[in-house]
């Protein structure tokens, strides 16, 4: 599962990606308005996390937002214990659920993933690419009819790259993509992340699909 928390707390966001990954959720965190609604339109998550007070405006209006834009990702809202207004509106605006602060994790878990459980099916669910199938839900990868076993952020680099098939995307929008806020896209990080797709999925295999766009970023596909 990975999900979009939204939350300009830092240590409360570290706190929950780390609950969350400890559950094999993989986590990315926004902490603004206009970095949320940038996430999820370079992303797809089973869930989104909303608080309601960000620096550059209200959770309230980036759930209208990315209602508006079509997603219909679950999405649950954090509001203050006494702010009913705020949980009467972010309903209105599209949430699926709140959760008052303080809260209990195991709380959170759970409705998080009831939320995941009651989402809608949104096509397409698998993903092929020449001979390469990707499959969204179970996460099988296979070439070939060949197997691949892939980590969390293979996958996740693999599934962007799919999504964008044909297209030249930019180092900031796969890092916006597979880690978060805080990673930097000038690192080598990310070609060694490539460089090991690579050997998985094309190293083997003909035609390559990962080609390297100098100056540009990366194109997947024929």
């Known amino acids: 599962m990975r999900i979009l928390i939204v939350e300009d707390d830092r240590e409360l966001a570290k706190i929950l990606a780390q609950g969350f990954g400890e559950h094999h959720i993989d986590v990315v ?54 702010a ?9 605006a599209g949430a699926d659920d709140y959760l008052t602060k303080p809260f209990a994790f195991k709380e959170l878990l759970a409705r998080i993933r009831a939320l995941a459980r009651r989402r809608p099916a949104i096509a397409p669910q698998r993903i092929h690419v020449s001979d390469l199938e990707v499959d969204l839900t179970s996460h099988h990868v296979a070439r070939g009819g060949r197997a691949i076993t892939l980590t969390a952020r293979e996958f996740a680099l693999l599934e962007f790259f799919a999504r964008h098939e044909g297209a030249v995307v930019d180092r900031a929008a796969i890092a916006a993509h597979v880690w978060d806020d805080n990673h930097d896209p000038f690192t080598n990080v990310l070609e060694v992340l490539v460089r090991r797709l690579r050997r998985k999925i094309d190293d083997d295999f003909e035609p390559k699909l990962i080609h390297t766009i100098r100056g540009a970023g990366y194109r997947f596909g024929l």
């Not at 370079?42 to 007070?53: A, H, N, Q, R």
């Open 29 to 82: 965190v926004a902490d603004t308005v206009a970095r949320g609604l940038e996430r999820t339109a370079l992303g797809t998550y089973e869930v989104i996390i909303l608080d309601v007070l960000l620096p550059d405006g209200s959770g309230i209006d980036l759930c209208a937002a990315i209602r508006k834009r079509g997603f219909t990702t679950p999405i649950l809202m954090l509001t203050a214990r006494d």
């Open 84 to 92: 009913i207004d705020d949980r009467v509106r972010g309903l209105e």
